[in-house]
């Protein structure tokens, strides 16, 4: 597993374009995510914690309410790698998923 290059973020930026990239602890990423409740953001976390565990990749998190705010980096390369962005394409599509559903 390598550390990708901070001096690449603004080429990942339009693959990955909800989330902030910043060269800070050797690179991370960052988004926001937005629910209806506080059950709906913690039932989110939950779905992605299993994915997680199973990885043995886990995000730092916070939860207010119906705001989940989720920090991805690679603590054994001292920044951002590929196990972040797979982990962030998987977050991206739950989202997606879970508010395509409420919508139907």
Not at 48 to 56: L, Q, T, Y
Not at 90 to 96: C, H, K, M, R, S
């Amino acid at each position: 597993m390598e550390r990708i290059n901070p001096s690449s973020f603004a080429n990942l930026q339009a693959d990955w374009p909800h989330w902030n990239f910043s060269a800070e602890r050797g690179g991370l990423m960052a988004r926001t995510l937005l629910f209806a409740d506080f059950a709906q953001a913690f039932g989110f976390m939950a779905q992605i914690a299993i994915v997680a565990e199973k990885r043995n990749h886990h995000p730092e998190w916070r939860n207010v309410y119906n705001r989940v705010e989720i920090t991805l980096t690679t603590h054994d390369v001292q920044g951002l790698s590929q196990r972040d962005l797979d982990l962030a394409r998987v977050i991206d599509t739950a989202y997606i998923d879970r508010s395509q559903g409420d919508a139907a």
